[in-house]
């Protein structure tokens, strides 16, 4: 059962336009989200995330969306420069009284941006 | 302040051999993950730490995969007898505690089984 899903494997934009990755989820107890970029040969790193309680959160030119009424949420990237090809991740937690916190990753998107 | 670290970073072994990777996380994280990337998808826990006790190990094949965090610390994943299917990125990763919110990761431990 697939709880985080994202649908897209890939997306390629042009230097300078908006990059939007989506993502969907099922479990209803999810209340933080998460998104990661993973270049080659590294770690996933943390990129932004949003608790579930705000609809949006803004870090430079990364903003995140997140709509509960239809289990999705999207990343917002722009201006999109060529060192934001990368792998990117969702991720969803429940922080609730006995949960434990895990993440639950999506199948990750991969950003090409064309310069 | 440094990352979480991981050895080795590479590994290849035959199937049936014996496999063991090694974390040592953020210092003064109490949450440890163990973490299983299959190329193409997202990484799935394996089992998770609190301190030296095991909070959640629902998806770790008991069988032949084990873990420990003897000192709340660092800690080793162990596969035997490796499967060809165990080829994967192993990701370490740590927080300051379960509900805080952001988990840091390592770079991760690729296992190759031939």
């Known amino acids: 059962d697939q709880q985080v899903k994202q649908n897209s494997p890939s997306l390629s934009v042009q230097e300078g336009r908006i990059s939007i990755l989506n993502c969907d989820y099922t479990n209803s107890m999810f209340d933080y989200f998460l998104w990661y970029k993973k270049y080659p040969a590294e770690g996933p790193t943390f990129l932004i995330s949003i608790s579930s309680i705000k609809d949006k959160n803004e870090d430079g030119r990364f903003t995140v969306f997140l709509n509960k009424s239809a289990k999705h949420l999207s990343l917002h990237i722009v201006p999109s420069q060529p060192g934001d090809s990368a792998v990117y991740f969702c991720?969803?937690?429940?922080?609730?009284?006995?949960?434990?916190?895990?993440?639950?990753f999506g199948q990750g998107t991969t950003l090409q941006v064309k310069p | 302040e440094a990352g979480v670290a991981q050895s080795p970073r590479y590994k290849i072994i035959e199937k049936r051999q014996s496999v063991a990777f090694w974390c040592n996380p953020i210092?003064?994280?109490?949450?440890l993950y163990w973490y299983q990337q299959i190329l193409g998808q997202g990484p799935k826990l394996l089992i998770q730490?609190?301190?030296?006790?095991?909070?959640?190990d629902s998806q770790l094949p008991k069988d032949r995969f084990s873990a420990e965090r003897l000192k709340g610390v660092d800690s080793t994943l162990k596969i035997q007898p490796a499967k060809l299917e165990d080829s994967a990125v192993y990701l370490c990763?740590?927080?300051?505690?379960?509900?805080?919110?952001?988990?840091?990761f390592g770079e991760g431990s690729r296992l190759t089984v031939l």
């Open positions: 730490f609190q301190n030296n006790g095991v909070v959640d």
């Open positions: 990763a740590s927080s300051p505690g379960p509900n805080t919110g952001e988990v840091f």
């Open positions: 991720a969803a937690s429940s922080h609730g009284s006995g949960n434990t916190g895990k993440l639950i």
């Open positions: 210092s003064g994280h109490a949450t």
